[in-house]
């Protein structure tokens, strides 16, 4: 049973800096798909971006291209979110996710009904 879990997230200043970590246990890590979203009350969840096995198929969705950045370390089963220049409109509950058997990032990526584990989310929260 793959177990994603969580961690990192918290409050910051707009314009801020965080790092999410999430760390992937019952299954062989370098074998999964890697991604985050992120949700706030009434709305659906977003896709934020995905990493593919090797750590070298990337994507982004568009709201945080060239602010953040996802990054994987398959030694120690975990995938990270460093998130850069925070805003107001960053605040969310973000969750990890994963896919397995996926070896690159592809279009069913930005659907959050394609991945197959996730995690329980970690709040973050961008107020001065």
């Known amino acids: 049973q793959v177990v994603l879990v969580e961690s990192g997230g918290g409050l910051v200043q707009p314009g801020g800096s965080l790092r999410l970590s999430c760390a992937l246990s019952g299954g062989i890590f370098s074998q999964y798909l890697m991604g985050w979203f992120r949700q706030v009350p009434g709305k659906e969840r977003e896709f934020v971006a995905a990493?593919?096995?090797?750590?070298?198929?990337?994507r982004y969705g568009d709201s945080v291209q060239g602010r953040f950045t996802v990054s994987r370390d398959n030694s120690k089963n975990t995938v990270y979110l460093q998130m850069n220049t925070l805003q107001s409109d960053d605040a969310a509950v973000y969750y990890c996710?994963?896919?397995?058997?996926?070896?690159?990032?592809?279009?069913?990526?930005?659907?959050?009904?394609?991945?197959?584990?996730w995690g329980q989310g970690t709040q973050v929260t961008v107020s001065s």
């Open positions: 996710a994963a896919r397995g058997r996926i070896y690159y990032v592809d279009n069913l990526a930005y659907h959050a009904d394609s991945w197959n584990y």
């Open positions: 990493i593919a096995t090797n750590g070298v198929s990337i």
